[in-house]
């Protein structure tokens, strides 16, 4: 590394820290980054083909694949060998931690749905939560490039919630499903659009990635580059530029400051040693998760920084969200005994509900709102089949077979409101392998959650009995609604304001305490819409790491 002068030291590799480091090295900035998990090649790696069949329990998730056998996290999940996390006593969350080189981006739904402008100021429409300190149209420009680098398909649909695109960006979406078609014309009985779901997935040819073929599951992993992750795009891209150095297994402990408090650098473990290295950096980015990223700062006290690292406003850790989850499913007599051909499109959805209601949420009992992903057609078989089953041999088959392809499941995405029961902090006890002081979390959903799900269940059951369903009596929402940190979209832990004393950083993710310290993960969040959020993690991961090129090169940082 000695011939390497290094401007920036960016932690983490997934979806923020990697747009970072593309947007910096293109302005010929050096950079460096650091990766807690190992080096990872998809084109060697990705079990782009493998079946089912061929593997363990027909493929089925277990405590060590969560998502699968073949899933593409390699070395995470919920629960990572070494790394503890804990909670206390009265909570319930679950921590996923990707431990590997592109991070979470490996093995994402890719669901690229853009805030909108109500999105951005919800507590001025409802007075709950925060609102971002810039409004969507200062957002919307570094959208279209995101989207336009990334290669995102859908297409625009004039929703409200939905904002369109400019002319050429969007890509062509694949082809609905028939049973998403007859999903679309139930909801429409019930004023309710389904719409083309938006993408991370090529349906066309860019730069040296491929189209998608429609053939493999994009949770595998996609070695052509069709389907996004930053270790066939933008790590690829900035190592191009001569201006990326990468460091892996590097588990970082703190970021170090000076007896006036300005970040120095940091110290990382080099997993493979143990031992420890101090870095010297005149910008450090913390881009590790917005949980990861928080744990960082807050074993980084000192005597000018007592309660954590930028953490003047107390806010550091706090405002934690996730997204809501339920799900809803049953079979459609309609669907059974379909003509079988191939359905597996770009395999997730390729038709979804939007949120409907923000125009009349004064007429709900919960603020913001909710979307339902879709889960149906010919699927490569695995552990599960649905149907009534009863019975042994050719009718059992039978059954099988009919029910091949015929049901349809609602997977409800929601926003969560920031409450003061939701947060983590540092576990007094608690330490992993290399001695780092563990994060603790802690976790209640509220009525605004509950009655959202509540909601939403009772809109699929209606849904699903418009298309000829029997669906049984709804479970309570209590039960219904996924654990915190569940659905793998936890923000909010080091928000942005107009203020210092509210906020950790501004609009920029500069903190205000240390100019030279910045976060660009989701823990900037000032809050959680329904939209997934990994397309506006990159997209201010661009437009900041732009404006941070500017101070660096004007001599400002």
């Known amino acids: 590394m000695t011939e390497f002068?290094?401007?920036?030291?960016?932690?983490?590799?997934?979806?923020?820290?990697?747009?970072?480091?593309?947007?910096?090295?293109?302005?010929?900035?050096?950079?460096?980054?650091?990766?807690?998990?190992?080096?990872?090649?998809?084109?060697?790696?990705?079990?782009?083909?493998?079946?089912?069949?061929?593997?363990?329990?027909?493929?089925?998730?277990?405590?060590?694949?969560?998502?699968?056998?073949?899933?593409?996290?390699?070395?995470?999940?919920?629960?990572?060998?070494?790394?503890?996390?804990?909670?206390?006593?009265?909570?319930?969350?679950?921590?996923?931690?990707?431990?590997?080189?592109?991070?979470?981006?490996?093995?994402?739904?890719?669901?690229?749905?853009?805030?909108?402008?109500?999105?951005?100021?919800?507590?001025?429409?409802?007075?709950?939560?925060?609102?971002?300190?810039?409004?969507?149209?200062?957002?919307?420009?570094?959208?279209?490039?995101?989207?336009?680098?990334?290669?995102?398909?859908?297409?625009?649909?004039?929703?409200?919630?939905?904002?369109?695109?400019?002319?050429?960006?969007?890509?062509?979406?694949?082809?609905?499903?028939?049973?998403?078609?007859?999903?679309?014309?139930?909801?429409?009985?019930?004023?309710?659009?389904?719409?083309?779901?938006?993408?991370?997935?090529?349906?066309?040819?860019k730069d040296d990635r491929a189209a998608c073929f429609y053939a493999t599951p994009c949770g595998h992993g996609c070695s052509i580059g069709a389907a996004f992750q930053t270790t066939t795009s933008l790590i690829p891209m900035a190592h191009k530029t001569g201006h990326f150095k990468l460091i892996t297994n590097a588990m970082v402990k703190q970021v170090n400051t000076n007896d006036e408090g300005k970040v120095t650098g940091l110290t990382y473990i080099d997993k493979a040693s143990s031992e420890e290295v101090t870095l010297?950096?005149?910008?450090?980015?913390?881009?590790?998760?917005?949980?990861?990223?928080?744990?960082?700062?807050?074993?980084?006290?000192?005597?000018?920084?007592?309660?954590?690292?930028?953490?003047?406003?107390?806010?550091?850790?706090?405002n934690l969200m996730d997204s809501t989850g339920a799900g809803l499913g049953a079979t459609i007599p309609a669907l059974k005994n379909r003509p079988r051909y191939n359905e597996d499109g770009h395999t997730a959805n390729h038709l979804f509900i939007p949120w409907w209601g923000h125009n009349e949420q004064h007429k709900l009992n919960f603020p913001r709102g909710?979307?339902?992903?879709?889960?149906?057609?010919?699927?490569?078989?695995?552990?599960?089949?649905?149907?009534?089953?009863?019975?042994?041999?050719?009718?059992?088959?039978?059954?099988?077979?009919?029910?091949?392809?015929?049901?349809?499941?609602?997977?409800?995405?929601?926003?969560?409101?920031?409450?003061?029961?939701?947060?983590?902090?540092?576990?007094?006890?608690?330490?992993?392998?290399?001695?780092?002081?563990?994060?603790?979390?802690?976790?209640?959903?509220?009525?605004?959650?509950?009655?959202?799900?509540?909601?939403?269940?009772?809109?699929?059951?209606?849904l699903l009995e418009t298309m000829g369903a029997t669906v049984g009596e709804l479970p309570q929402p209590e039960q219904a609604i996924a654990k915190g940190g569940q659905i793998i979209h936890e923000v909010g832990t080091a928000r942005m304001g107009d203020s210092p004393t509210d906020s950790v950083t501004n609009q920029w993710g500069q903190t205000w305490d240390c100019p030279n310290l910045f976060v660009m993960d989701g823990g900037v969040f000032a809050s959680n819409p329904h939209k997934n959020c990994t397309l506006t993690i990159m997209t201010l991961a661009m437009r900041n790491a732009n404006w941070l090129a500017g101070q660096i090169q004007q001599g400002a940082l």
């Open 370 to 462: 909710y979307h339902f992903e879709l889960g149906t057609g010919f699927r490569e078989p695995g552990a599960w089949v649905s149907g009534d089953f009863s019975g042994y041999g050719e009718s059992l088959k039978d059954e099988a077979k009919a029910n091949y392809g015929a049901s349809v499941y609602f997977a409800l995405r929601g926003e969560m409101l920031p409450n003061e029961h939701c947060y983590m902090d540092i576990d007094p006890d608690v330490t992993d392998k290399w001695g780092i002081p563990v994060a603790r979390f802690h976790w209640q959903w509220s009525e605004h959650e509950l009655n959202q799900v509540a909601h939403g269940l009772q809109t699929a059951k209606t």
């Open 5 to 205: 002068a290094h401007q920036v030291v960016i932690v983490g590799s997934g979806a923020g820290g990697a747009m970072a480091a593309y947007e910096l090295t293109k302005a010929g900035i050096n950079v460096l980054m650091l990766e807690a998990g190992r080096d990872y090649n998809p084109k060697t790696e990705t079990p782009m083909f493998k079946r089912n069949a061929d593997a363990p329990l027909m493929g089925a998730a277990t405590s060590d694949k969560n998502f699968g056998y073949y899933d593409a996290t390699v070395d995470g999940g919920w629960s990572v060998i070494d790394e503890p996390y804990t909670t206390d006593d009265d909570s319930d969350f679950l921590w996923w931690r990707a431990r590997m080189l592109g991070g979470r981006t490996n093995h994402w739904g890719r669901y690229s749905l853009r805030f909108s402008e109500h999105d951005f100021k919800g507590k001025t429409r409802d007075g709950l939560g925060a609102d971002w300190p810039f409004e969507y149209a200062d957002l919307a420009p570094w959208y279209d490039k995101t989207e336009s680098l990334v290669g995102v398909c859908g297409t625009n649909t004039g929703l409200d919630d939905m904002p369109d695109s400019p002319p050429g960006v969007l890509q062509p979406p694949p082809t609905p499903r028939i049973p998403e078609l007859l999903v679309a014309a139930a909801a429409k009985k019930h004023g309710i659009t389904a719409v083309p779901m938006h993408r991370a997935v090529l349906t066309r040819p």
């Open 280 to 318: 010297d950096s005149p910008v450090v980015i913390l881009a590790a998760s917005a949980c990861e990223s928080a744990r960082i700062m807050l074993n980084s006290a000192s005597p000018g920084h007592p309660n954590g690292l930028a953490n003047s406003s107390g806010q550091l850790g706090r």
